[in-house]
């Protein structure tokens, strides 16, 4: 069993910058991969960015790419999202979640993890 709780969201202007982290606790931090999800108002849940669990792997979606870093510190037991030149299309509740991919299965697919945080609550404003 794994927990995550979520923190670092709030309200800044386009082009603005914030940090989310995920804190874990319960089994090892470090044998999950990790992802960041976001689900904006009348959308679907979508696929942010993902890490492996040694943090030597990462990728990003399209939308995010060159802005956004994700990052773990695996004895810390936290993730990291680093959310540089916001957008107003960036708003959104911002989920962490953790899993146990196999080789084949996309890190963007939602059903991947079995692990989810709360949320955190980012508005970018124009």
């Known amino acids: 069993q794994v927990q995550l709780v979520e923190s670092g969201g709030g309200s800044v202007q386009a082009g603005g910058s914030l940090r989310l982290s995920c804190g874990a606790s319960?089994?090892?931090?470090?044998?999950?991969?990790m992802g960041w999800f976001r689900q904006g108002p009348g959308r679907e849940r979508e696929f942010v960015a993902w890490?492996?669990?040694?943090?030597?792997?990462?990728y990003y979606d399209d939308s995010v790419k060159g802005r956004f870093t994700i990052s773990r510190d695996n004895a810390k037991k936290t993730l990291y999202l680093e959310m540089n030149r916001l957008k107003p299309e960036d708003t959104a509740a911002y989920y962490c979640?953790?899993?146990?991919?196999?080789?084949?299965?996309?890190?963007?697919?939602?059903?991947?993890?079995?692990?989810w945080g709360q949320g955190t609550q980012v508005t970018v404003s124009s």
């Open positions: 979640a953790a899993g146990i991919l196999r080789e084949g299965d996309s890190v963007r697919h939602s059903d991947k993890y079995s692990y």
């Open positions: 319960g089994r090892s931090f470090s044998t999950f991969d």
């Open positions: 890490i492996n669990g040694p943090a030597r792997f990462t």
